[in-house]
């Protein structure tokens, strides 16, 4: 188990969201070729701020977004009562992206990588801390090798730090999204992992790492399926379905993810 300043850590993970946003941007933009993220950098009253990147209307991004932001301070009160403690001081960074493709063939893709901290409001010591983040893919139109791709990049990066680490995350992927309303899952999965702290079997910077790793897989797993599938023939049956499946992304979004209900 590697030891450091734990301190050092949110500074580390600042630093990578950002990194991590700037090479997945330039990675789409090499794919898609005629159009550009539009960035808007901004400022948080206290403490913090973000940059925005947008892409729309794209030959082969219709609509996405990489987004990084980090932020800090009183936590608020709504916060005070889900993680149950008293007021107290926190800091929050992470990176979050959503992929539209337009060709109905290629898949949507989601991903996030976050850390945050929590401090003694009146000692401003180090109280918890810890990571989340994954990635998923939602199809439209299911190839198979597309799939065994997508989670055979996920995996090779859990198994560097832990082989259990795949096979729990997977699960923790297939169980969150998931329209319960509907009895169907979103997509096809991915790795979801939320709350991991570091214990007496893996530091802070244990975390770091594996967050790391599996933040700069992304473009190994989703890239050579977008370029495959991009330039395939469809018509409008195929769209026609794809904005079907996408009033299905919507309801999730709307209906359990915790980001948004939580505001």
Known sequence: MKTRNLTSIKTQFTQFVSDVQQHICDELKAVEGTQK????????????????????????????????STVGGPLPEAMQKKFEVPESEFFATGVSLVIHPRNPFAPTVHANYRYFELYDKETGELRDQWFGGGADMTPYYLFPEDAKHFHRVHKEACDRFNPEYYPDFKAECDAYFYNHHREEARGIGGLFFDYQRPDETRSAEDLFEFAKACGFAFTDAYLPILKKRKDADYNEEHRTWQEIRRGRYVEFNLIHDRGTLFG
């Not at 990147?53 to 219709?62: C, F, P, Q």
């Open 37 to 68: 993220f539009l960035i808007e950098d901004w400022e948080r009253d206290g403490f913090g701020g973000g940059s925005t990147r947008i892409i729309e209307d794209g030959e082969v991004i219709e609509k996405g977004g990489v987004n990084v």
